[in-house]
């Protein structure tokens, strides 16, 4: 089954700071994608990243990306030059291709400390 | 920018009444999902639905849910006899192709008492 796990329940950083968040998934498939959603105290889940497992490059999204090690199954999220608005409580989520569902990990809850 | 919209964001129920949560994807998207999330727990897959029809449901989406695509716009979720424990954040994500990106609405908090 697929599993994802997030170790780090909170981080916290300076306001234009860096921050890495972790992410490890297991899967046996070879084929995937995997996700980074921010979800703000509004409650809403607004997809920051994606990434293919076909894909060996990182990939990158203003100030977000990803550091993604298929053969470790590892696929951690960058904030460089961390907003206040950048708070929020992110999942990584990971999808086999052609599948419908999503499967989520518990969560970080990121805070920025002006 | 087109986006997911979930009506109402919040509803207070009374436990074994029947609650209808209501969505309206990305027009041009063919695949609709519900997920939801218990508080301070992971967000959980229910169900998907293309063509018409479920193609796919977790263990959660038990005989008392239902989904329903009744025109060409709203995508619904039923509960029918509602329980202490449905109460969480129910989702509903829409997308174009099996391949592209989930898009999330802003969800609908359901409390019941």
């Known amino acids: 089954a697929q599993t994802v796990t997030q170790s780090q329940p909170e981080m916290s950083v300076q306001e234009a700071e860096t921050v890495t968040l972790s992410c490890t998934y297991d899967?046996?498939?070879?084929?995937?994608?995997l996700f980074w959603y921010k979800q703000p105290p509004s409650r809403q889940m607004i997809l920051v990243i994606r990434?293919?497992?076909?894909?060996?490059q990182n990939a990158t999204e203003n100030r977000f990306s990803v550091n993604f090690q298929k053969a470790a199954k590892s696929f951690s999220l960058k904030i460089s030059d961390s907003q206040l608005g950048d708070a929020a409580m992110y999942f990584c989520?990971?999808?086999?291709?052609?599948?419908?569902?999503?499967?989520f990990g518990t969560g970080t809850r990121l805070t920025v400390i002006p | 920018e087109p986006e997911v919209t979930q009506t109402p964001s919040h509803q207070v129920t009374q436990m074994g009444q029947e609650v209808i949560l209501r969505c309206v994807p990305i027009?041009?998207?063919?695949?609709f999902y519900w997920y939801r999330q218990i508080l301070g727990q992971k967000v959980e897959f229910l169900v998907s639905?293309?063509?018409?029809?479920?193609?796919?449901k977790s263990e959660i989406f038990d005989d008392q849910f239902s989904v329903e695509r009744p025109d060409g716009s709203n995508f619904t979720l039923k509960i029918r006899s509602t329980k202490l424990e449905d109460s969480a954040m129910y989702f509903c994500?829409?997308?174009?192709?099996?391949?592209?990106?989930?898009?999330f609405g802003p969800g609908t908090r359901l409390l019941v008492l």
């Open positions: 989520a990971y999808s086999e291709a052609g599948a419908n569902n999503l499967f």
């Open positions: 994500a829409s997308r174009m192709t099996e391949t592209e990106t989930q898009y």
């Open positions: 899967t046996s498939e070879s084929d995937y994608y």
């Open positions: 990434q293919e497992a076909y894909k060996q």
């Open positions: 027009s041009n998207h063919l695949y």
């Open positions: 639905f293309y063509n018409n029809e479920i193609s796919e």
